[in-house]
Structures are given as structure tokens and as C-alpha cells.
């Protein structure tokens, strides 16, 4: 199976602060794959370095088997919605197909048009007046109508409102369907990706926590409670991402590719977005043991 | 990419060349009838003697239009910079525009090269076309001045150097500064700080002066007195060379020794105790009215200088001025090119 994205060692690096830290990552083609993790915590930079926008501080990476940004070929591969949605204010609605059809060799004006006229926008209105909405949506069609193979979306929907981040997801949801390409999509809410995204990876400060399907991850994470005791008392298959605890009782979630025998254990499903925030909590809690770690040597 | 660097381009194009295309109107209603001018009265001037006045009369024509026009070849190569230069990449950063258009099928070089390219060469065509609109205008008035050196960064090739130069450094100071207005106001700066830097420390220095002498008389005294308050002295005359560029006019002796006001005074003491200097018309000067007497002190001072002193003269004359314009622009044009080199590897390199 070919990676729709590699990296190895990724890092980058913007004075002193590493924006992205010992990123190593092999996602597989033909996923929807959902950038999951809180504001800060690199995924615009990991978007902007396999898009070509940025190049690495250190390590290596690979979108469809190309150096991002190397020339005009790699970058018809790869289609790009930064956040934010830029566009050029003072330009109108078709003006910008233009610049898609002078820009790229493999543009598709037919699908371009059909989808302006499908999604009800005047083509000679200017990209300034349009909404939020309409505007994340003439950076989507622009991003398809070159033809891609792997769709970048940096925070799509971040800005828009709860119907517009409803419309753009399903639109974009029919373009996977219809073209078969690949996507990365980033968001710091679970909510948003959890329908549309078959392939999770979760970035929390600088680094990836977890990078795997969505339906693998929730095959092995459980939550189980039982009485209170200790949590390294588990067997060795059995990772602990969240743990609390009361005097009583003790509530873990876990993975483990193994069936949970121990009888005093409940086990619980549960949902992805459980997954995601016991992940992030675990990599706040490494980074305050860090921290204090630090702060002990001082 | 080339058609799109004009498709974003076009309106600003449209609102210089259609700014220029009424220049050129202007230029053309009345220009012939300043050639017609010229040709019937400074021209024939000579056939009917009186040529200074004949000159000066000719001279009045449009002044207020030659004004006009030379100023405009002046500031058209700073708004250039300004308004198409700076704005070129720095607009881009600023609102992310960069992220969109890095992300078609154009590499960002190719992007740059184009971008520069297009842009720039319209800058140069519009500077050069209105410079040479005017050096055509002014023309006859240029031959009636005979000072070809005083308009010579309003005339002929040297203001396309300008544009070009303005706008490589617009898009650096965009490119660098990643703010429109500010790198607008350091393109401006930049632009006219390197205009009288070169003005006035590397043009005068590019090639050496011709120096020529000229004995000492009634012609090459202007007068004597003092100037400013300065020490008493007698002042030297250009000398009457069409088109020339003079640096310096002064009286030596065989040894090259300036006329000091020691040597001056000992061997006129006449004019300095006189009842009042002569001295050349113009500000600056203290007691400019000649007392009677004073003339033929003067003349008598002169004919015992003349024996050991003469004038000498600094100056380009007029069939240098060719040269200089090359050298002017090649040096604004060498300087863009190295400009326009920095800024596409910075785009390449520094913005990633």
C-alpha cells in the first residue's frame, strides 16, 4: 500500500520553539484522514509542510511518493485549503476559476462552474463580499477542480457557522465519493471529523500521539472501572492512556489488542472523542512531568 | 502563469498607461507648435542679432508645462515602486493570498520570475516612454538652454533605469518587510536616499573632468568682492561652452597655486580701499553697485594679474553626455538585476 503522506523525523523548527518535533507518520491512501489537536499544536505546520509552503527544519517528508512543492507536477497532485480560506478580495468569483485554469494544468472548468452554480454563488461577485461560508467553499472547488489525488484542508470549517460547517463537510464528503481522493483534513473538534473521517491522527504539542483508523482505535481503547487499585498492577498488553480514581473505584481507558479477562473489570465502550481527550490529557500530563521534571534538576 | 500575472495586473497597468496615453495628448497638441517657435525666432536668431533676447522670449513659452512634465519623469519612477513594487509579494503575505496561489501548479519560482517580469517590464516601458515623450517636448527648449546636463535625469534613457531600480526595490522591501504600507514607506525612502546618494557621490565621479584655461580678462573676471562674508576675491566666469557641466572655475598661477587674498590685495590694493566692489549679479554678494572709479581699478588689477595668473576650468563637455547616460543607466539597471536575484531566492528560500 502506498502513503499517501511519509514523514520520518519531521521537524520544524521557527527560532527557538519546534513547531512540529520528531513527527515520523505513514498514512495510507484512499483514507479521510482527520488532524486532530488543540490550537497550537502544529497541525497547520505539518499541512504547510506537505503542501510545499514550508520545508523542514529536520527529517523528511513524502506526499504520494514526491518532495512537496518540488515542481509543477507534485503540485497538481496535491490539492490545498489553507485556513481561513484566502482569496484575492479585489477578484471576482470567476476570475479565480481563470487563475485555476491558467494555474493548473490538469483543470477541470466544467466541474469548477457546475459546482459555483450547484452551491448558488453569482461567479461575478467579488471573493470580498462573499460570506465565510461561500468563500471556504470557492477554495474547495478550486482545490478539486485542479484534479488532485490527496485534498489538504487546514481547519476548513473552523470559521464558519454550525450549518455552513454542516454543508461544507457534506460537499466534501460527495467530492471523496465521486473522485476517490484522498484527504487530510485538520480541526482542534472532534465533533467535526467524527463523521467524515475514517483515519485519525492526534498532534498535541509538537507531537503525534496516535496515528491509526478510526475503527482499529475504537476496537482496542476501552474504559473500565472496577474496584479502586493500582494502575501498574495491569498486565503488560494493557496501555493506560486516562486513569482516575475515587476510594472505592478506578476508571481506566485502555488499549489493548487483547480481550479484557479479568473479571472485576466493567468494560465500556467508547467514542472517539473519548480516545482523543484522554490522548491529549495524557500529553498534558507528560509535559507538566516534564516540566516539574525540570523544574527538580533546577 | 504570464496570463495571470496580467489579469491581476491589468487595472493598475490601465490606470498608468491611461494616464500616460493623456500626457502624450498634451505633448503632442503642443508640442509642434514650440518646434515652430523655436525655429522661427531662436533659430534665425542670428540672422537678426539679437539672440539673448530672442532666447529668453522663447523660453517663457509653457514654462509651467515643462515644469509639469519634468517633475512628473522625476516622480513617476517613485510612485512606481511604491504603488506596483512593494505592494507585489507584500499584499500577498499579508492577507495569505501566498498560500493560495503557492499551491497551484506553479512552482514558486516560476511564480516570482514571472511576477517580476511582467510588472517590471511595464514599468520600464512606461517610465522610458514618458521620459522619452518629454526629451521630444522639451527639445527645443533644451537647445535654446544649452545646458543639456541640468534636465539629464528627466531626459532620454535614464528615467527607465529609475523605474526599473524603484520597482525591484518595491518588491525587496515587500518581500523583507512582509507589510504593505511599511514597505511602501521604505521603498519611498530607499528610492530617493540612492537617487541623491548617486547624484551626487558616483555620477560626478564617473568619469574624470576635462580641464581647460583660459587666460585672465575682462571676460573671465565676473568681478571682485566678498561672497558671503567670505575673504576678498575675484570671481572667476564660466566660460561660455555650450552644454557643458561645469565643476569648478577658479584663477591660478603657472604653479597651479589658487589666487590667494594676500596676492590680491598687495597687488590691488585699489579695489579693496575703493569706494565700493564690483561684483557679479546673484545673492550672496555685499555691495554689488560698482562706484565710479572702480572699473578702471578692476582693469588695471586684471593687467597686472594677467602676466602670472589664468583661469582654469573643470567641466564635462557636451559629448560626454552620451556616456553618462549609459553609464547612469546600466548602473540602475545592474543594481535591479541583483535586487531582482535577492528576491527570488528569498521567496524560495526564506519564506518557507
Known amino acids: 500500500m502506498t ?28 483514507k479521510v484522514v482527520g488532524l486532530v489537536g488543540p490550537n497550537g499544536a502544529g497541525k497547520t505546520t505539518l499541512l504547510q509542510l506537505a503542501a510545499g509552503l514550508l520545508t523542514p527544519t529536520a527529517g523528511t517528508i513524502e506526499v504520494l511518493g514526491g518532495h512537496p512543492g518540488s515542481g509543477p507536477e507534485q503540485l497538481g497532485r496535491v490539492g490545498f485549503v489553507a485556513q481561513d480560506t484566502p482569496a484575492y478580495s479585489r477578484m471576482s468569483v470567476s476570475q479565480h476559476l481563470r487563475m485555476g485554469a491558467l494555474l493548473n494544468s490538469h483543470w477541470d472548468d466544467e466541474l469548477a462552474f457546475r459546482r459555483i452554480e450547484a452551491l448558488d454563488i453569482d461567479p461575478r461577485q467579488r471573493a470580498g463580499s462573499l460570506s465565510g461560508g461561500q468563500r471556504a467553499q470557492l477554495a474547495l472547488t478550486l482545490a478539486i477542480a485542479k484534479r488532485p489525488e490527496v485534498l489538504l484542508l487546514d481547519e476548513p470549517v473552523a470559521s464558519l457557522d454550525p450549518l455552513a460547517r454542516r454543508e461544507f463537510l457534506q460537499v466534501l464528503m460527495e467530492v471523496v465519493a465521486e473522485h476517490g481522493v484522498s484527504v487530510v483534513l485538520s480541526s482542534h473538534l472532534v465533533a467535526d471529523l467524527e463523521r467524515v473521517c475514517d483515519y485519525l491522527v492526534v498532534l498535541v504539542a509538537s507531537h503525534i500521539q496516535v496515528a491509526d483508523d478510526v475503527a482499529e482505535l475504537l476496537a482496542t481503547h476501552h474504559r ?48 472517539l472523542e473519548d480516545i482523543v481527550l484522554a490522548y491529549m490529557g495524557q500529553a498534558r500530563d507528560q509535559e507538566r512531568a516534564r516540566k516539574s521534571g525540570l523544574g527538580v534538576l533546577r | 502563469m504570464m496570463r495571470f500575472a496580467w489579469l491581476q495586473f491589468r487595472n493598475q497597468a490601465a490606470v498608468v498607461f491611461g494616464g500616460l496615453a493623456v500626457v502624450a495628448v498634451i505633448l503632442a497638441i503642443t508640442g509642434p507648435h514650440l518646434v515652430h517657435l523655436y525655429d ?31 517633475a512628473l519623469v522625476v516622480v513617476v519612477p517613485g510612485i512606481i515602486g511604491v504603488f506596483w513594487g512593494a505592494p507585489l509579494v507584500a499584499r500577498e503575505l499579508e492577507s495569505g493570498t501566498f498560500r493560495l496561489v503557492w499551491t497551484q501548479s506553479v512552482t514558486r519560482t516560476r511564480w516570482i520570475v514571472l511576477k517580476l517580469g511582467v510588472v517590471g517590464l511595464a514599468s520600464i516601458v512606461a517610465a522610458g516612454l514618458l521620459g522619452l515623450m518629454v526629451t521630444w517636448w522639451s527639445s527645443p527648449m533644451d537647445r535654446a538652454n544649452a545646458s543639456m546636463y541640468t534636465a539629464f535625469d528627466q531626459r532620454d534613457l535614464v528615467p527607465l533605469g529609475y523605474a526599473a531600480f524603484a520597482f525591484v526595490l518595491g518588491v525587496l522591501c515587500g518581500v523583507l518587510i512582509r507589510r504593505t504600507l511599511p514597505a511602501m514607506g521604505t521603498t519611498l525612502v530607499a528610492f530617493v536616499a540612492t537617487r541623491l546618494l548617486v547624484n551626487h557621490f558616483v555620477l560626478p565621479k564617473l568619469i574624470a573632468p576635462t580641464q581647460r584655461s583660459f587666460a585672465l580678462n575682462g571676460v573671465t573676471v565676473q568681478g571682485f568682492g566678498q561672497m558671503n562674508g567670505g575673504p576678498f576675491t575675484l570671481f572667476p566666469a564660466n566660460p561660455n561652452i555650450p552644454n557643458a557641466w561645469f ?10 597655486h589658487p589666487l590667494s587674498t594676500q596676492v590680491l590685495t598687495s597687488a590691488c590694493p585699489l579695489l579693496e580701499s575703493g569706494p565700493g566692489p564690483s561684483a557679479p549679479a546673484g545673492g550672496g554678494v555685499e555691495s554689488a553697485v560698482p562706484a565710479p572709479g572702480a572699473g578702471s581699478a578692476l582693469h588695471d588689477c586684471i593687467a597686472k594679474l594677467a602676466a602670472t595668473y589664468h583661469e582654469v576650468v573643470a567641466f564635462q563637455p557636451a559629448s560626454r553626455y552620451w556616456s553618462f547616460q549609459w553609464c547612469e543607466l546600466a548602473i540602475y539597471l545592474g543594481v535591479a538585476v541583483v535586487l531582482a536575484g535577492t528576491c527570488i531566492w528569498w521567496v524560495r528560500r526564506r519564506l518557507s
Open chain 1, 3 to 30: 502513503a499517501v503522506m511519509e514523514t520520518a523525523g519531521l521537524g520544524k523548527q521557527y527560532g527557538k520553539r519546534w513547531a512540529l518535533h520528531d513527527c515520523s507518520l505513514a498514512i495510507p491512501e484512499g
Open chain 2, 247 to 256: 565643476y569648478s572655475t577658479q584663477f591660478v598661477d603657472r604653479a597651479g
Open chain 1, 224 to 271: 473500565i472501572s472496577g474496584p479502586r487499585r493500582d494502575s501498574r498492577s495491569l498486565p503488560a498488553d494493557q496501555h493506560v492512556i486516562e486513569e482516575s480514581h475515587t476510594d472505592r473505584q478506578t476508571t481506566l481507558l485502555i488499549r489493548t489488542e487483547q480481550p479484557i479477562l479479568d473479571p472485576a473489570w466493567t468494560t465500556r465502550p467508547v467514542t
Open chain 2, 40 to 70: 522661427t525666432t531662436v533659430a534665425t536668431c542670428a540672422a537678426h542679432g539679437n539672440c539673448s533676447t530672442a532666447t529668453s522670449v522663447f523660453l517663457k513659452n509653457d514654462h509651467t508645462l515643462q515644469i509639469l512634465f519634468d
